[in-house]
């Protein structure tokens, strides 16, 4: 099988004749021949040669190239009607295979600056590749062609991509794949381009919506909230649908407090969340604003981090806390961030005017619940005063270090070694620091979730792992007073 690209076009070499002879030489060898065609290949408008007719019937599979014919699926849906359907009409008639073109979205800007815009072809998420599947498939055409696996240079690739501002240089534009304010992980495209090959493999109609996950492991969600590059707030001044405010006000003293996305002020980039109000109570004071909406099943090693400005005593009382889909929350757990601060708001924490990162492997609390939303909150008791903050960085992704727990031991007991790892041998073996007396062995899944807890009565000795499926798991041994924790894998 080989493709000829370029037959037809008003802008590629080659005469009708010569295209013909071209051909038949390459047929003559045996071979299958595709033509990548011009999007008039058939009604022979501006962009197609004329006296192409009886070269396009030679080939044996005939590829339209559409990939900046239409900008939206509204002009989509125009292709399907001028182009798609009579194309596929002429094969069927001519005994031609028939080979579509769909394309995640464009930008050309980086190789014709100035003369394309930063984001040609949005991409919508998602919605634009899949929108182009579903007007294929409707047809019940039975092949498709993605365009491209790697074209970086055009923004067509649906290979790994930077996911956010955090991914891309600081001193040039990059085409994020969240730039249309929705966020997307770096091998979304692949994920999506399987699920749309899955259904033209079993001859089966795309749903109205796909089912590929907007993330996977490790980024589950990241944005610094530019405009152009991040995934940006779904609620924005609004106050969580389960908590209302408490004895707070707007920050002159009236109305309500606000949430705003400002500009100027960023830790990453230039762009971050203000929350600004007054406490009006030395008892209770609270206001939660749910800021975005995500699905994120949260796994043994994940981490919350965020950037955070205190711009006041009050501000040092502003978190990010995460509500989950039962109902519960982050706040209300044990957890703590790195330097063992509770992640409650009540909690102060950040230094006034400066900007300090807040970070906590809460895996270690919530594995295996799901978050519905991060809200941003401030949430105090004791006293009446002003609070305003600068939220940036927002991050949910699997720390990909070593597991350990708040309550290490001391540096000189942290030796904790585990092998064969991978384990294909069914016996988990230990070399660890003579000072550290390990008196229980626990193992989580990637979820979590305990699959084995034993004593320890003789440190050195290995651990059965026979009846483990092959995966990701994590080990923690504890001595009653400190617990250190290793990842391993089961092959």
């Not at 270090?401 to 041998?425: A, L, R, Y």
Request: charged share 20%.
């Amino acid at each position: 099988m080989v493709c000829i690209w370029g037959i037809g076009f008003d802008h590629v070499y080659g005469t009708s004749d010569e295209t013909a002879l071209l051909i038949e030489w390459f047929k003559d060898q045996g071979i299958y021949i595709i033509g990548g065609v011009p999007v008039e290949w058939r009604t022979g408008e501006v962009g197609s040669k004329p006296g192409f007719d009886t070269v396009y019937t030679k080939l044996d599979m005939v590829s339209p190239w559409t990939v900046g014919a239409f900008f939206n699926t509204i002009e989509a849906d125009a292709y399907n009607d001028l182009y798609l359907e009579g194309d596929y009409a002429y094969c069927e008639a001519n005994g031609l295979d028939y080979l579509p073109v769909m394309f995640a979205g464009i930008s050309n800007h980086n190789w014709e600056v100035g003369a394309s815009p930063q984001n040609q072809v949005p991409r919508l998420g998602g919605d634009f590749f899949w929108h182009q599947a579903k007007n294929i498939r409707n047809l019940d055409i039975s092949s498709g062609y993605i365009a491209m696996f790697d074209e970086y240079n055009e923004s067509t690739a649906i290979m790994h991509s930077a996911d956010s501002y955090f991914s891309i240089p600081s001193d040039q534009y990059f085409l994020t794949l969240a730039a249309d304010g929705v966020y997307r992980s770096p091998d979304f495209y692949l994920r999506l381009a399987g699920e749309i090959t899955q259904h033209f493999r079993d001859g089966t109609m795309p749903p109205v919506s796909f089912a590929t996950s907007p993330h996977s492991a490790p980024f589950f969600f990241r944005t610094s909230l530019e405009p152009q590059y991040d995934a940006q707030p779904d609620w924005l001044n609004i106050f969580d649908q389960d908590i209302p405010p408490v004895n707070v006000a707007g920050p002159n003293g009236t109305g309500m407090p606000n949430l705003d996305l400002v500009s100027g002020q960023g830790n990453l980039g230039t762009t971050s969340l203000l929350i600004e109000g007054v406490d009006q109570s030395s008892e209770v004071s609270l206001v939660y604003f749910q800021v975005f909406d995500i699905d994120v099943t949260v796994e043994a090693d994940t981490d919350l981090s965020y950037h955070i400005m205190p711009l006041n005593e009050g501000g040092r009382n502003v978190a990010i806390d995460l509500i989950m889909s039962d109902g519960t929350n982050l706040r209300d757990t044990d957890a703590v961030d790195q330097s063992g601060n509770g992640m409650h708001p009540g909690n102060p924490r950040g230094t006034i005017n400066e900007w300090t990162e807040i970070r906590s492997r809460i895996g270690q609390w919530v594995a295996g619940k799901t978050i519905d939303r991060i809200v941003i909150t401030y949430d105090y008791g004791p006293e009446e005063r002003p609070f305003s903050a600068y939220v940036d960085d927002v991050r949910i992704e699997n720390n990909l270090g070593e597991v350990t727990s708040v309550d290490e031991p001391p540096q000189s007991q942290q030796h904790f070694k585990v092998f064969p790892n991978p384990n294909g041998t069914g016996l988990l073996q230990f070399e660890l620091s003579p000072t550290f007396k390990p008196t229980n062995c626990t193992i989580y899944n990637q979820l979590g979730q305990l699959v084995t807890s034993q004593n320890m009565p003789f440190q050195a000795d290995p651990i059965a792992i026979n009846h483990l499926q092959p995966g990701l798991y994590f080990i923690q041994l504890t001595d009653g007073q400190h617990t250190i924790s290793r990842k391993f894998i089961r092959q």
